[in-house]
C-alpha cells in the first residue's frame, strides 16, 4: 500500500537483534519498541532466564526463597504478549557476519546453529566474574546467574560443614549471611583492608563487628593463593 501524497512506499520494519537479556538487554528491548512500534526485536540469551531478581540469587542459595520461579520476573512469552518481543533463550550467539548483517547462534541444549538477520546489532552481553589466577580456582563457585544460585543451593543441601567467601563486596556478605543461616561455619577472606569496600571504614567496622557477632569469620587484607580439592 502506497502512501498518500507519494510514490515511494513505506519502509519496511527494522529487525534488531540484541545480544543478551537481563538489565541491559531487556531495558534497550522495551526502550526500542517505545520509540518503534513496528520493528521486530530479537533477544538472544545463552541463559535460560532472561529477567531475573539478581539481588534474591543469595537467598535461593539460603532456602529463603524456596521455589526458582520466583527469582524470573518476566518470561519470554510475557514479553512477547507485552511487547511483542521475540526473546529466544538458552540461544548462545558464536558469530557475526558484518557483511552478511547476520548472526549465527548455538542452542545450548541441541547445539543446533542458526543465522539470524539484522538490521541493528545490539551487544548487551553483560560481564563475567573476575577469576582471578589462583591455582585451583576451577572449583570455586560464582554467583551471577540462576543457573549458578542453582548450583551453590545444590551443594548447600549436601550440608557441608564449612565455606569460604571470597570477596567481602554485597553480594559476598549476603552469600555469608545466607550460609551461617544453614548452619555453615563460613570464613569470609578479602583482599582489601575491610569489609564492603566502597564503605566508609567507620561504617565497614560495624559491618564486620555484627559478621563476628553472628558467627562469621573475617580475614581482611588477605588473599587466597590456592584452592585444594575438598577433603
Not at 169 to 174: Q, V
Request: with cysteine; aromatic share 4%.
Amino acid at each position: 500500500m502506497m502512501m498518500a501524497g507519494t510514490s515511494e512506499m513505506p519502509p519496511s520494519p527494522k529487525n534488531v537483534v540484541i545480544v543478551g537479556g537481563v538489565a541491559g538487554g531487556m531495558s534497550t528491548a522495551t526502550r526500542l519498541r517505545r520509540l518503534d512500534a513496528a520493528a521486530h526485536i530479537i533477544v538472544l540469551e545463552r541463559s535460560g532466564h532472561v529477567s531475573f531478581a539478581n539481588c534474591g540469587l543469595p537467598y535461593f542459595v539460603g532456602g529463603i526463597i524456596e521455589d526458582e520461579e520466583d527469582l524470573t520476573l518476566q518470561t519470554p512469552k510475557q514479553l512477547f504478549d507485552r511487547f511483542w518481543l521475540d526473546v529466544r533463550v538458552h540461544d548462545e550467539v558464536v558469530a557475526i557476519d558484518r557483511a552478511d548483517h547476520t548472526v549465527t547462534t548455538r542452542s545450548t541444549v541441541t547445539g543446533e546453529e542458526t543465522k539470524v538477520p539484522y538490521d541493528k546489532l545490539v551487544l548487551s552481553m553483560g560481564a563475567a566474574p573476575v577469576r582471578p589466577p589462583i591455582p585451583g580456582y576451577d572449583r570455586a563457585r560464582t554467583l551471577r546467574t540462576v543457573e549458578d544460585a542453582a548450583r551453590l543451593a545444590s551443594d548447600v543441601d549436601v550440608a557441608p560443614a564449612t565455606a569460604v567467601v571470597i570477596g567481602a563486596g554485597f553480594i559476598g556478605l549476603e552469600v555469608a549471611e545466607n550460609l551461617v543461616g544453614q548452619g555453615i561455619d563460613v570464613t569470609i577472606v578479602e583482599a582489601t583492608p575491610q569489609v564492603l569496600p566502597p564503605l566508609d571504614q567507620e561504617l565497614a567496622i560495624l559491618v564486620c563487628d555484627e559478621l563476628v557477632a553472628h558467627g562469621v569469620h573475617v580475614e581482611t587484607g588477605a588473599t587466597v593463593s590456592s584452592i585444594g580439592e575438598r577433603t
